[in-house]
């Protein structure tokens, strides 16, 4: 009777004072009322806005540091096909 | 202490789920030209304003019965009505500076607010609290909370602009 | 009960108006709105008939929980033969207009032939008359619904109406209630033009009768719960649909110049959180906890003080992104004045889009544009354009008449550059990188389009395990699901399952926003099933709800079908092929669909659906379906 619905189960996996870095996927935490943070896997840097205190989202790339980042990137990987 | 509907506009999304809620609570069906809140509506300009009855310390409805249909109930803090008594003359209609009194052309019968016998569906159902039900003497206190909050918020603002000056 | 609502039809050329109940049966084959709009469709249309002739048929509908304790069932399907495409025309809007429309007695309308003088329909418990429109023939979206409800005396009158635009036929005017909804694609607008219909005013005061009343809201409540409790309803109900942009645009998911870049970079002000600056506050639907619509006044320039609604995530493509436009105005006073004259916000700023990169490749001159500087980021061009195509001058005469018409009318390499499927432009998303999101594209029946079965929680990046339990219910699936959105193995599932998904929650009449579509743990089918049987006492298992759905699904390929849709219209055009994205985080870089892979896709799409290789419905599937003896003419 008490089986969980599916949507309660995927509503298990909610987290509260991170975001989802938008380059590499992974959770990232971050200090509350932060304007811009880098992201400790991949170094891509956003700027965020808040909807509550425990509640961070990407507004947008740090446009200048982010096509720095992609280009190097995509220059070593080519190197690395080379 | 008995408990008071407050009706904030400044929340309201116009969404009228208090009205489907409230002619489900008290008829059945969803109907709201039945239901004893409504949400009326400035489309044009985005303004919705939620009505419904103030429970009047000193109530006209109450004044103007012919047939003292209406009555005060103390221990809930509203006006009720004794259908066995009323006898469907609409003063009550008239009167209220609220249009708060409404006519149920399908029931022929006046309805009003009775506060769902202390647990308004209306607010317990409106998720951005643009109806409330709280302790009769919380009411002013939100009012000053909201007030002071915009007021700070004014003056946080002229601060600044003097100081960029 | 809350199921004996009728269906009308409403004969304009004679005047002649009949009403009949709608039998449970067709009820458990199709529930309402859009699944039995459908059957109506294939029912009711002629094969081959031209879609602005008097023989093309409108439908107006709410869905089976219009109006009841479901959240947000507020939606009006409406449907015919598309003017753009010449396929399934069918078009979807939120406000108050369905529940009204139930209140009054009706849950379909079915319009046919067409008035001799401009006319519009007034319907009130029961009865419907057709009554003089010349007086409001010309009017925008807003002043007509002013007008009418100062006409009728009566200030809770809803009204669906067309603008300017859609008297003016073009292909793709939408049709509106209130402020912003909109029946946005497929140029429904045109359909009632052509009828010389200008609006629908319902009012309602008639029961509807749930079923179980005192578990309904029981229920309401908990499912309400599920709903404000996830954060993409939290974020929406603060920034609205804009808020995609923050994702899409980020990564450079969004086509700009048209389609020659994937980002529009260095671009802040078009964002989510600087069009919540100039919010006044959020407006809702009918019963709905999302409130995802913003209220604004337009600060600033020409139309300063003037109020509307939205704009949403499309019009941040159509205005910002697409015409290679940076300022938030721009944004505000082209969704305003596409609300006044009723168009697709989406058409309009693609095939504007895609004449500015004519203009500026030089197969448009000065001379074609009527003086006008079509280059890329010319917001003032941008706003004539509108105004000219509500109006058919010019070039917007051209452009009135929808792609491919004005492709071949254009000619040169002008189709070249045009971004469509089925002959409707695509939203200003980038489906490169993204081929689930492409597939979805390529299929839809109503032509290309975001709202038919985008898996869009693909972009999400969610754990294997969660996906898996999405897409096994209710129907088991133990193929491939990968969380990467640039994966191309178990998309032609996620594909099947949000179209079949997107198709029931339009039967209920219940807003896309409250299903999986932008958020993982919204309602679905699970809990429809309870949500119908308290409400309106139909016992229907999740899997009947699915195949229910994928019945009404079925419906519109056939109608397709019989309107000469082959497998080459189930395609994308060559851009997506042969043109590489160049900006962007690095993952989505370079990026162009594989030919071959799609190929292979569209096939597993096919069988997933029971089609053959030509994507036509096999026998078995349509028996299956119970529907291989249509058109059965039962209503
Ligand atoms: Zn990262």
């Known amino acids: 009777m008490n089986e969980e619905t599916t949507a309660e189960s995927v509503a298990k996996g909610r987290t509260y004072g991170a975001f989802r870095c938008l380059n590499c996927f992974e959770r990232v935490s971050v200090p509350t009322g932060a304007k811009t943070h880098k992201c400790p896997h991949c170094s891509f840097e956003w700027r965020l806005s808040w909807l509550s205190p425990d509640f961070p989202r990407i507004r947008g790339p740090v446009w200048e540091a982010n096509r720095q980042l992609a280009e190097e990137n995509l220059s070593k990987k080519q190197k690395g096909v080379n | 202490m008995a408990k008071v509907l407050i009706l904030d506009y400044e929340k309201c999304t116009g969404c009228r789920l208090c009205e489907l809620v409230c002619s489900v609570k008290h008829e059945g069906v969803s109907n709201p030209a039945r239901s004893r809140v409504k949400i009326v509506k400035w489309e044009s300009e985005g303004r919705y304003v939620p009505m419904s009855c103030q429970q009047c310390e000193s109530a006209p409805c109450q004044a103007v019965c012919p047939v003292k249909a209406l009555s005060r109930d103390e221990t809930l803090n509203r006006v009720l009505v004794d259908y066995d008594a009323c006898i469907g003359c609409r003063m009550c209609i008239a009167i209220c500076p609220f249009g708060a009194m409404s006519f149920d052309v399908l029931a022929k019968r006046i309805i009003k607010c009775d506060l769902c016998d202390g647990v308004p569906l209306c607010a317990d159902f409106c998720e951005v609290g643009a109806i409330q039900y709280v302790d009769a003497g919380q009411q002013s206190t939100i009012k000053q909370v909201t007030a002071a909050d915009k007021l700070s918020e004014i003056m946080q603002k002229v601060a600044q602009a003097i100081s960029a000056v | ?635």
Not at chain 3, 449 to 454: A, E, G, P, Q, Y
């Open chain 3, 1 to 635: 009960m809350a199921l004996n609502r009728k269906i009308a039809y409403i004969e304009l050329t004679t005047g002649d108006i009949e009403t009949k109940p709608i039998p449970v049966k067709v009820r458990n084959m199709f529930l309402g709105g859009r699944g039995l709009d459908m059957y109506l469709m294939y029912n009711h249309i002629k094969p081959g008939v031209d879609p602005l002739g008097s023989d093309n048929v409108a439908f107006v509908s709410a869905g089976v929980l219009g109006g009841t304790l479901a959240s947000a069932s507020a939606r009006t399907h409406i449907g015919g033969k598309s003017p753009l495409t010449g396929f399934v025309g069918s078009a979807n809007m939120g406000g108050f207009f369905a529940p009204e429309l139930r209140w009054a007695g009706f849950d379909h309308l079915v319009i046919k032939g067409k008035a001799e003088n401009p006319v519009y329909l007034w319907i009130q418990n029961n009865e419907i008359e057709i009554r003089d429109a010349k007086h409001i023939w010309g009017k925008t979206v807003h002043e007509t619904q002013e007008i009418i409800r100062e006409e009728l005396g009566d200030r809770d009158i809803k009204i669906l109406t067309i603008g300017p635009a859609g008297e003016n036929l073009v292909r793709f005017a939408n049709v509106m209630t209130g402020i912003k909804d909109a029946a946005g694609r497929s140029g429904m607008g045109a359909l009632l033009g052509s009828k010389n219909l200008k609006a629908i005013a319902v009012r309602g005061t008639m029961d509807i009768k749930l079923e179980r009343p005192e578990e309904a809201l029981q229920y309401n409540k908990k499912v309400i719960e599920q709903i404000t409790s996830a954060k993409v309803s939290q974020t929406q109900g603060k920034l609205g649909t804009p808020f995609i942009w923050g994702a899409t645009n980020t990564q450079g998911l969004v086509r700009v110049n048209n389609f020659q870049l994937n980002q529009l970079e260095d671009a802040d002000e078009v964002e989510a959180e600087a069009i919540d600056k100039v919010a006044v506050g959020m407006a809702g639907c009918f019963g709905c906890q999302v409130h995802c619509r913003s209220k604004y006044v337009i600060p600033e320039g020409d139309y300063a003080g003037v109020y509307d609604e939205g704009p949403e995530y499309t019009s941040q493509g159509a205005w910002a992104a697409e015409p290679g436009c940076r300022s938030l105005n721009n944004i505000l006073v082209c969704n305003h004045l596409v609300n006044i004259y009723g168009l697709d916000t989406l058409e309009t700023g693609s095939l504007i889009s895609w004449v500015m990169e004519l203009y500026e490749k030089g197969i448009l001159t000065d001379e074609d544009t009527g003086g006008l500087d079509l280059r890329f980021g010319n917001e003032e061009a941008v706003i004539e354009m509108i105004h000219r195509i509500a109006k058919r001058e010019g070039l917007g005469d051209i452009l009135a008449e929808g792609p491919l018409r004005a492709a071949e009318k254009i000619g040169k390499d002008s189709i070249k550059y045009l971004v469509h499927v089925k002959g409707m432009s695509n939203l200003h998303s980038d489906e490169r990188p993204t081929p689930g999101l492409a597939l979805g594209i390529a299929t839809a029946s109503r032509g290309s389009d975001h709202l038919r079965s985008r898996p869009a929680i693909d972009l999400y990046h969610l754990p294997k395990q969660v996906l898996r339990n999405i897409y096994s219910q209710p129907v088991p699936y133990d193929g491939p699901v990968t969380s990467d959105y640039r994966d191309y193995e178990g998309k032609a599932w996620q594909v099947f399952w949000q179209e079949t998904c997107y198709e029931a929650v339009d039967c209920l009449g219940i807003c896309k926003f409250h299903t999986v579509f932008l958020g993982a743990s919204l309602p679905s089918f699970e809990e429809w099933s309870k949500l119908l049987y308290y409400n309106t006492g139909l016992e229907l298992s999740p899997l009947d709800i699915w195949t229910i759905a994928e019945r009404a699904y079925n419906m519109e390929r056939l109608f397709n079908i019989r309107e000469g849709l082959t497998r080459e219209d189930d395609w994308l055009v060559d851009r997506y092929f042969d043109e590489p994205t160049s900006v962007g985080i690095p993952g989505v870089r370079g990026k162009t669909i594989d030919r071959d892979k799609l190929k292979n896709m569209i096939d597993e799409y096919y069988e997933h659906h029971g089609w053959d290789e030509q994507g036509v419905p096999r026998l078995e599937t349509l028996q299956r379906l119970g529907i291989e003896n249509e058109p059965s003419h039962i209503l």
